[in-house]
C-alpha cells in the first residue's frame, strides 16, 4: 500500500499544488498508471489488487474535487501481452 497507495497520494497532492500556480492556458492532468488489478480479481495479487484499487479510487476522487478548477487526474492501463497477442497473466 505504501508505494502503490501512499505514494501516489503525495504525488498527486503535490500536482494540485503545482497545478495552481501554472497559467491560465497551462493543461493540468495527472496520469496515475495502474494495471488490471483494479477491475479485475487475480486472488496471488491481492496485496498490489488492493493498492491499485485504492489508488484508483483516489484519483477518481481528485479528479471529481478538483473539477471545478481544471485539474484533471486520469487512470492509464498498462497490460502486458506475450508473443501471438495473449494477456501475460
Known amino acids: 500500500m505504501t508505494i502503490n497507495t501512499i505514494s501516489a497520494f503525495v504525488a498527486a497532492q503535490q ?8 497559467p491560465a492556458h497551462a493543461a493540468r492532468t495527472f496520469f496515475f498508471t ?14 498490489a489488487g488492493a493498492g491499485k484499487s485504492a489508488s484508483a479510487h483516489m484519483m477518481m476522487a ?6 471545478d478548477r481544471g485539474f484533471k487526474y486520469a487512470i492509464t492501463a498498462v497490460l502486458e501481452c506475450v508473443s501471438g497477442g495473449t494477456n501475460s497473466w
Do not use: H, R, W
Open 34 to 47: 495502474g494495471n488490471i488489478l483494479n477491475v479485475t480479481v487475480l486472488p496471488s495479487f491481492m496485496d
Open 62 to 67: 481528485a479528479a471529481a474535487a478538483y473539477k
Open 15 to 22: 500536482a494540485a499544488l503545482g497545478f495552481a500556480e501554472l
